[in-house]
Nanobody, 115 residues
């Protein structure tokens, strides 16, 4: 199993970024996918969930209305569209897959929101 996040960077407050997570090594379309983030000095925070078909999504209150999770099962990729970014969104963002009793994470991608 491999998860590779990309798309992070430096953005001004109010800006947008689109993160991607490319998955391989498992049947992607069979599994829900999650995004998490970890800010410096803070605990891991769940951000968003998308069901295996893409029809079901759920968000943390802190990002609801600003972030949108989606997936392309043909490309084995999950996305996180982040709009109206705030400085408090600064963190390393990870995608997660839970397969059986095992949990897999990518290496993360840094998002920095600063003027």
């Amino acid at each position: 199993v491999q998860l590779v996040e990309s798309g992070g960077g430096l953005v001004q407050p109010g800006g947008s970024l689109r993160l991607s997570c490319a998955a391989s090594g498992f049947t992607f379309s069979n599994y829900d996918m999650r995004w998490y983030r970890q800010a410096p000095g803070k605990e891991h925070e769940w951000v968003a969930l998308i069901g295996n078909s893409g029809r079901y999504t759920n968000y943390a209150d802190s990002v609801k209305g600003r972030f949108t999770v989606s997936r392309d099962n043909e490309k084995n990729t999950v996305y996180l569209q982040m709009n109206s970014l705030k400085p408090e969104d600064t963190a390393v963002y990870y995608c997660e897959a839970i397969i059986g009793r095992d949990t897999y994470w990518g290496q993360g991608t840094q998002v920095t929101v600063s003027s």
